[in-house]
């Protein structure tokens, strides 16, 4: 068998050559390698996402884009443009109750892994797939969602010492890595409520976060329409270290064997929601994932599935439970919406 290096043979050389690396570098190569690499989504893989686990996710999703469409009177050219569609089953059920409602928009995908675009080819047809958003066609209004796509992009982190905060590097550390201290940065680049943080505070931003962000809201704002943005996170910026891995439904250790294990970091909605306003939308919530679903009628679809499907029942009353209790992932999740300045304003948000 051929010697294959893994990723972490790789960065062991870089960093042996070169000196450690920014921890954004080393979340953006390791979730490369880990999602061009494998389906980690479901009971066999790592994690499981809201549409994995109820139909009733994508189908409200779809239903409340419809409704923005239908608000908006009812233009035509309408695109659906999904980040990050994992297996393509969100989109699926919301082209679905789309369809429905009479709503049948063409389909992008922005999808970089190849293995995730061979599942959603098998569940949606005809995609159009782009790396990034530059080459989303320029016209026909947008209605966008992105669910848990955010988590997923490079955190920068910052680290108070006792001279100072410093940019947080990546070095190694016998057969694993480590973080350590880099160089300073000006007290300027640190909100004053926590320039005097203790030694060893953590600050994350994520500068990738808010340039995907700000051109999709540009393009709302431009080519009108509507976006959903549903991830795990914080409302209010606030200090403190939030990058985890994740592997086979367990926290894993994010310094060891990197792209084998889901990188992901809470989602700052302050930093997302900011740039996106400065981009020309307008933006609703975010509000809590379980408070968003139970005001477009979960309660009411639940009952309707499980009566249609009575074997069923209970296992569909269980994946409203999961998306919907706070203490599952009704509260930890948020909703932000965006919408054009001419749009209507999606509802669940108030
Ligand atoms: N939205 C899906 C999957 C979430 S997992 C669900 O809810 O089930 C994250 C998704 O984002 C995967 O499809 C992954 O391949 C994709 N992704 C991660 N980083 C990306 C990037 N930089 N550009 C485009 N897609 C990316």
Sequence with gaps: MPYRRTLADRLRAMIDAQ????????????????????????????????????????????????????????????????????RGTLA??????MR??????????????????AAQAGRVPNVCWHDDLATL????????????????????????????????????????????????????????HIRHAPPGTVLETSPASVAYVRLLARRVAMQGGAALIVDYGHD??????????????????????????????????????????????????PVGQGDWLARLGIDARTEALARSAPDRGEEVRAGRDRLVLPEQMGRLFRVMGLSAPAWPAPEGFA
């Design 19 to 86: 000196g450690p690396i920014p921890v954004s570098d080393y979340m953006a190569l390791a979730n490369a390698h880990y999602y061009s690499t494998r389906d980690p989504l479901g009971a066999a893989g790592d994690f499981t996402t809201a549409p994995e686990i109820s139909q009733m996710f994508g189908e409200l999703v779809g239903l409340a884009l419809a409704d923005v469409w239908a608000r908006a009177g009812r233009p035509a050219g309408v695109r659906y443009v999904e980040l990050g569609p994992g």
């Design 100 to 117: 429905a409602a009479g709503l049948e928009p063409a389909v992008h995908f922005i999808e970089t892994s190849p293995i995730l675009r």
């Design 137 to 192: 066609p320029e016209e026909g209004p947008i209605l966008a969602v992105a669910n848990e796509f955010f988590d997923a992009l490079p955190v920068r982190q910052l680290v108070a010492t006792a001279t100072g905060w410093r940019e947080r590097l990546v070095a190694l550390g016998g057969d694993s890595f480590l973080p350590a201290a880099g160089a300073p940065v000006p007290d300027a680049a640190i909100p004053g």
């Design 236 to 285: 209010r910026a606030s200090a403190g270290e939030t990058l985890q891995a994740v592997r086979r439904h367990e926290y894993a250790d994010p310094w060891r064997e990197p792209g084998e294990a889901d990188l992901t970091a809470h989602v700052d909605f302050e930093a997302l929601a900011t740039a996106a306003a400065e981009a020309g939308v307008r933006v609703h919530g």
């Design 92 to 97: 699926a059920d919301a082209l679905r109750a």
